[in-house]
């Protein structure tokens, strides 16, 4: 009987620990579309230009983050500081990337990949939905991020896409918070690693 309930035990613990916040008090439904899209990159013709603050480790780079959707699947992001040195220069195309430029302070193979993967994260358009879920405001799909899942939280009213985070089977890794939205453009961002010292946060650059 105790090691029943020992055995009984570990599994509740080891259930627990393996479920994910994100999806707490959700309730799972019927996949009412395939795919569905982030807007906020879209546009080839709209320069999307950004005040930004990267904190990286122990270290704080501030300066204008650009974002250009070049063809039907490619974009260019160039960080630069307020006087137009380059910080970086990365080109997305389909699954293909490319560092035209970077800093050696953020020249590290682990820093260049996460990098990748975050702003592929932000700019990828069409995403093919794995599962749904549902909650009072908002509809969740659960999407394939390669060993991870990607979970897009729509608003019900608006359907502005408000919030991704990216998982793994046990525990977030990432979340990206798109705070203010105007025009179909994203106005305040936030990228926050919960695991790795890192954090993009993203102002619309407004012309006075």
């Known amino acids: 009987m105790i090691r029943f309930l020992a055995i009984s035990l570990f599994i509740v613990l080891v259930t627990a620990g393996c479920s994910l916040k994100t999806t707490e008090g959700l309730r799972e439904v019927t996949v009412a579309q395939p795919t569905i899209s982030n807007p906020y990159f879209s546009n080839a013709e709209v320069d999307y230009v950004y005040k930004a603050k990267i904190a990286l480790y122990d270290k704080n780079f501030g300066g204008i983050l650009i974002i250009k959707k070049t063809g039907s699947d490619s974009h260019r992001v160039v960080f630069t500081t307020e006087f137009g040195s380059k910080l970086f220069d990365f080109y997305f195309e389909g699954e293909n990337f490319q560092k035209n430029f970077i800093i050696p302070e953020m020249d590290k193979k682990l820093v260049v990949k996460t990098l990748e ?48 985070v990216k998982a793994s089977k046990r525990k977030e890794k990432v979340t990206i918070d798109f705070k203010i939205v105007e025009e179909n453009i994203a106005q305040s961002i936030t990228l926050q690693h919960e695991n790795f010292k890192l954090r993009i946060e993203l102002e619309k650059f407004k012309k006075e």
């Open 117 to 164: 993967q975050d702003f592929r994260l932000l700019i990828s358009e069409k995403i093919q939905v794995l599962e749904e879920f549902d909650s009072e405001a908002q509809n969740i799909y659960k999407t394939d991020i390669g060993k991870n899942f990607g979970f897009y939280f729509f608003e019900k009213d608006s359907r502005r896409l408000r919030k991704i």
